[in-house]
């Protein structure tokens, strides 16, 4: 937002000795964010208003004209190609020394004297480009320069006083000869009152202190005429629309403002364009109260009495229903954006814009003036919906105050007097009011405000800081403080209308107000008089660490974050029902419309999204699901609210393009006993069926069921577009927390000083021996064995029918020598006779 500093000054006094600058430190520390103070019109110091008296073709080129320019004390020639010169027409002269931005590209140059073509040129006629005022004179046409015969003021000859604009500064006569202050709305969208210049010169007047001026303002029943016209007025949802005021206005001459209001208004970024929409705008950007117009003879209707009425009535739009805005765009509505109408047709989007339909013109005489308060959640949501932000939208979304309608129609009403002063109102004064605002009183402990603060703040320095604020402050009685038991000074304060639509509520707001005003710099820093103690150490998240570094370090896998979100699309391909998974009531898309109670169906989404560009994938999660109903959450008004359980579940993935089918089922077990050697116990895999099929085995430790690990079949994984082999492991990481608890911290123990011995042995065993009692038993056959890890299973081939084999590595130590091959290759032989004993294993040779 822009701020005037002329503006503000109708307000405040400001003192010699604060500069721009200065004040605009002042606004950053006590008030809101000032991004930039701009000199406007620094960068047009030489550009003058000139006049083209006369105009020939260049002799050497032919998109290039030779122009003699009146600029008042004297006249100039330049070569110029612009693509819409002509005598007369009022142009931007920049003389020699001024700083240009040459074709509108690059950084500013200092224009010297050129010979162009063969031709001296003392100067340049500018495109908007070359000054910085696109925004001002939009070119229509390439090679288009500045054409002030079109700003709106009285510039042309004959007119009276026409020819005293020649040689005019280009920045005092588009009245960009002022200070501005470029706000950063971020930093006051929780003050509604400070969208305006008035708001801001007030929470001013507090700061530097300065009396602050009053509003210029006339009752609207002093200018009242004849009623001629009944306006009628009905709102039919008070919620959308608090407060609602009209009246008409007549006897108007749609010309162009006044010259002071056009400099206001153009420097603060609005386009001038007649005395009637410029009012609405001004009044808008000096209370902050938008205001809109309509003409009057396309919404009101004749009566047989020659008397007209006017209906406007509030309502929600109907489903679909659409309205052409003031952009020439239709727009399609919904039934919860709100209109306003003339009783049958609507003529405006409440709070957005207004309709072509009732639109002011150059042949309005008449007008209904609207000064309205909306919902601002209703206004934000129809803005957003329609992709549709107004300078009117973005303050009724900040909670506007409604006793600002009647301010700003009476301020509106005295403006147009000024620009017509035969216009005179010819309605009743319509009014429909439905709010109250919630100002207080709000007890303030003067003892508290201080501690809060973190200084010592007089209690009439505070008072009077609120007072300037606009707020009402009385004598309450003391309370026992909060503070050590003392008795505090306690204050009733009542906050003004203006800030008590959702920014005053309770003392912390008051404690802020007294903080900025008496200045954060003024507040000495103080470190906080608490004991510092280490936080409590949190045993489940260090566990959870624990696995991460085991899973991304030695297991070289790595860790991915999915969303919590499936679809039943996405579950369906998996085999897996969604009927029991939780719906979201609003999801992000449509892809994203179930809670997940699983990590499986996201790790291998990964998969299917990265098979190509990887021959191995080896990921891991750890992160909450969702199962339905653990317990009950009240809620307001006494109903019950079913919360689901949100376990912590650690999901694994192996996948890859692996010769043998169950190689990455075999390689994901390795990876789950890994994890268990480094937390010190001990995993048991026992086969179970699963949904869908595929090989599966439960795993469990001390008697606990704590995860699973499963290898999906072909077809569910080509049904999730994945066509690489696939092993999928998940844990209850509460389980397996549980379990390594009683284990406590294992103490350490060296380990041997003899180097070990590494074996290979693969048995040939009867396929239906399971695979956890025969490593218990490998691991127990003799003493010397330190670890045992399965590498490779094989079937078919040279074994016969019913018969597979397991590769395994074994480790051989001893802690008090070296062994030597004979006594590894007695102890290996020691081993196979055992497992044959038990097993009937042979050594598989081959």
């Known amino acids: 937002m822009l701020i005037s500093l002329n503006w503000l000054k109708d307000f405040i006094n400001v003192p010699p000795q604060i500069t721009p600058a200065k004040l605009g430190e002042l606004l950053t520390l006590h008030t809101v964010e000032v991004e930039a103070v701009r000199k406007l019109g620094g960068n047009l110091a030489k550009v003058v208003v000139g006049e083209i008296i006369k105009l020939k073709p260049h002799p050497n080129a032919d998109r290039l004209k030779l122009a003699t320019v009146n600029i008042g004390k004297e006249t100039k020639r330049v070569v110029c190609g612009g693509s819409n010169l002509s005598v007369g027409m009022k142009v931007a002269f920049a003389k020699v020394g001024a700083r240009i931005r040459w074709h509108g590209q690059g950084e500013l140059m200092e224009l010297q004297p050129a010979e162009i073509r063969g031709v001296k040129s003392a100067g340049m006629i500018c495109a908007a480009a070359e000054l910085g005022l696109e925004s001002l004179f939009p070119a229509k046409a390439e090679r288009e320069v500045i054409d002030l015969i079109k700003y709106p003021t009285p510039l042309t000859p004959p007119q009276k006083g026409g020819e005293k604009i020649l040689g005019r500064p280009l920045a005092e006569f588009l009245g ?143 489903r679909s229903e659409t309205i052409t805005t003031l952009d020439g765009q239709e727009r399609k509505l919904d039934a919860e954006m709100l209109l306003i109408t003339d009783g049958k047709n609507p003529v405006a989007i409440a709070g957005v814009m207004g309709g072509r339909i009732s ?62 002063p035969q216009a005179v109102i010819t309605s009743n004064l319509a009014d429909i009011k439905n709010f109250k605002l919630n100002q207080g009183p709000i007890k303030l402990d003067l003892n508290w405000l201080n501690k809060k603060v973190g200084a010592e703040i007089p209690k009439a320095k505070t008072i009077k800081i609120l007072k300037d604020l606009g707020f009402e402050t009385s004598p309450s009685t003391p309370l026992l403080s909060k503070e050590r038991g003392k008795r505090g000074e306690v204050i009733n304060v009542k906050a003004p209308t203006w800030r008590a639509t959702k920014d005053i509520s309770i003392p912390e707001d008051l404690a802020e107000e007294a903080a900025r005003i008496y200045g954060y710099q003024n507040i000495k820093p103080a470190a906080p008089q608490v004991l510092m103690q280490a936080p409590a150490a949190n045993a489940e998240r260090e566990f959870i660490n624990r696995l991460r570094d085991v899973l991304s370090g030695p297991a070289a896998m790595t860790e991915v974050y999915n969303y919590s979100f499936v679809n039943a699309g996405q579950l369906a391909k998996l085999g897996i029902g969604a009927h029991s998974h939780i719906k979201l009531a609003n999801p992000l898309t449509q892809d994203h419309t179930l809670l997940r109670q699983s990590l499986i169906p996201a790790l291998l989404q990964n998969v299917a999204a990265n098979q190509r560009q990887t021959a191995e994938i080896k990921i891991y999660e ?72 595929g090989a599966a085995a439960k795993i469990t430790s001390e008697n606990k069921i704590i995860g699973a690990v ?112 004979a006594e590894v290759d007695q102890t290996q032989k020691e081993i196979a006779d055992k497992m044959a004993k038990k097993y009937g294993a042979q050594l598989r040779d081959f």
């Not at 403002?257 to 005395?275: H, T, V």
């Not at 001004?282 to 004749?302: C, K, N």
């Not at 075999?666 to 699963?690: D, N, T």
Request: hydrophobic content about 40%; some cysteine.
């Open 176 to 318: 960009l000869d002022e200070v501005v202050y470029e706000i950063d709305n971020k930093s006051m969208t929780h003050r509604p009152d400070l969208w305006s210049h008035y708001g801001m010169a007030r929470d001013l007047a507090a700061v530097l202190p300065s009396p602050l001026t009053p509003l210029p303002l006339q009752p609207l029943g002093r200018l009242r005429g004849r009623g001629k016209i009944k306006l009628e007025v009905k709102v039919e949802d008070s919620k959308l629309c608090p407060r609602y005021m009209a009246v008409a206005v007549d006897n108007l001459e749609i010309k162009p403002s006044p010259e002071w209001m056009r400099k206001r208004l153009a420097a603060c970024g609005q386009r001038p364009i007649n005395n009637i929409v410029d009012v609405s705008n001004y009044v808008m950007l000096e209370l902050g109260q938008p205001t809109h117009a309509f003409d009057l003879s396309r919404i009101a209707t004749q009566t047989v009495t020659n008397s007209h009425e006017c209906n406007i009535v509030v309502r929600r739009a109907k």
């Open 359 to 420: 639109e002011v013109d150059s042949n309005t005489t008449g007008i209904v003036i609207e000064s309205a308060n909306f919902n601002p959640v209703s206004i934000r949501r129809t803005s957003q919906k329609l992709g549709l932000r107004s300078e009117a939208s973005m303050r009724f979304e900040k909670s506007l105050d409604p006793n600002l309608c009647a301010v700003a129609l009476q301020r509106i009403v005295s403006l147009i007097k000024i620009s017509c």
């Open 622 to 693: 750890v992160g909450r699901v969702f199962l339905p109903a653990a317990g009950e959450l009240t809620k307001g008004g006494g109903k019950q609210e079913k919360l689901p359980q949100q376990p912590i579940k650690l999901g694994l993935v192996c996948a890859g393009k692996e010769e043998r089918e169950h190689a990455n089922y075999f390689k994901l077990k390795g990876i789950a006993e890994h994890l268990a050697g480094s937390l010190g116990l001990q995993f048991e895999f026992s086969p179970y069926s699963q949904p869908g099929g």
């Open 710 to 821: 499963y290898w999906h079949n072909d077809a569910s994984l080509r049904e999730a577009g994945i066509k690489v082999n696939t092993a999928v492991c998940e844990f209850d990481i509460a389980e397996l927390f549980k379990v390594c608890q009683p284990m406590g911290i294992k103490k350490h123990q060296a380990k041997d000083k003899f180097p070990y011995v590494r074996r290979d042995m693969a048995f040939v065993v009867n396929e239906k021996i399971l695979y956890n009692d025969f490593r218990r038993t490998l691991l127990a056959a003799h003493s010397l064995i330190k670890e045992v890890e399965l590498f490779d299973v094989y079937q078919g081939g040279k074994l016969g029918p019913g018969e597979k084999s397991w590769a395994f590595n074994l480790t051989f130590g001893h802690s008090q020598k070296t062994l030597t091959g």
